[in-house]
């Protein structure tokens, strides 16, 4: 079976995402090796702007080439979520120095992909430390293959690691608000953290959410279906209908559309299961389309409708 996958849309997902609908698909089996595909990336984001969106007193939303980013600003000195691609640096700066006169604090990392760490290492040296889950500072430090894209990324630089690590949860009270950090059990890696901003009540939940598309889950490096749902659940306790939930690609989102995400995967699941109990092969049980109910909602994004449907196979 041939993986079909939009790559091209992958390296740009963010804001701009939209605007490559119409992109030509690349076919996995060609696709380019990993320094050709950060090459691409780094490439891309140099001249994507920064979209700024204000969600609270001293909270933002910030939206470029590589994963959504979130920033609170104030005299405690700023956080920073995700770092999006290293050559993205400078408008990050450019985009915190727009609203908020905080010196560099943290910059908290939801997982390991490089479109939500790449920036690491010139934020780093600008003056933040760097929060992860202990596993992203291991999968961070070593190769890492992305088994979807036949690529291998090389360890990231020093300067771009994790300087403070934690297990299960870990609690910031900064600029007025209290940050809960709190990592998933495997689901779209397991690196996978959520940061919950109480007082604003902003939710970055990282790529256990892609709002508005079926989700790359990264099967290489602890990903499972079962896993986002679970993950999804969780979160869905954490939120209320007020909650600014913002997701690692897509626009933000409030819980109820969460909630449509997280029950279109269990539909998938299910019907996926239920072809893979009766014995169905996984190229048996794509092409029976298992999530064509779902493909006018979800299937217009960097997954196609076969693809995923490979991965909840591959990962049930
Ligand atoms: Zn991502
Ligand atoms: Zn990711």
Known sequence: MVVEINR?????????AGAVAAAPRWMLAQAAPATDMVATARAGALNTPIKTTKLYDNVYLLQGAGGNMALQTG??????IDSSFATAAPKIREAIAAVGKGAPHALINTHWHFDHTDGNEALHAAGFSILAHQNTRERLSTPQTMKMFHATLPAAPVGALPTVTFDQ????????????LV???PAHTDTDIYIHFHNA????????WFNGFYPFIDEGTGGTIGGMITAGENALAVANDKTKIIPGHGPLGTKSEFKAFNDMLSGVRDRVLALKKAGASEEEAVAKKPTAEFDAGWGKGMMSPDAFAGIVYRTL
């Open 8 to 16: 091209r849309k992958f390296l740009t997902l963010g804001a701009a």
């Open 75 to 80: 005299p405690d000195g700023n956080i920073l």
């Open 169 to 180: 949860t870990m609690q910031i009270w900064q600029n007025g608000d209290s940050l809960e």
């Open 183 to 185: 990592h998933f059990d």
């Open 201 to 208: 009540d902003v939710l970055h939940l990282g790529d256990t």
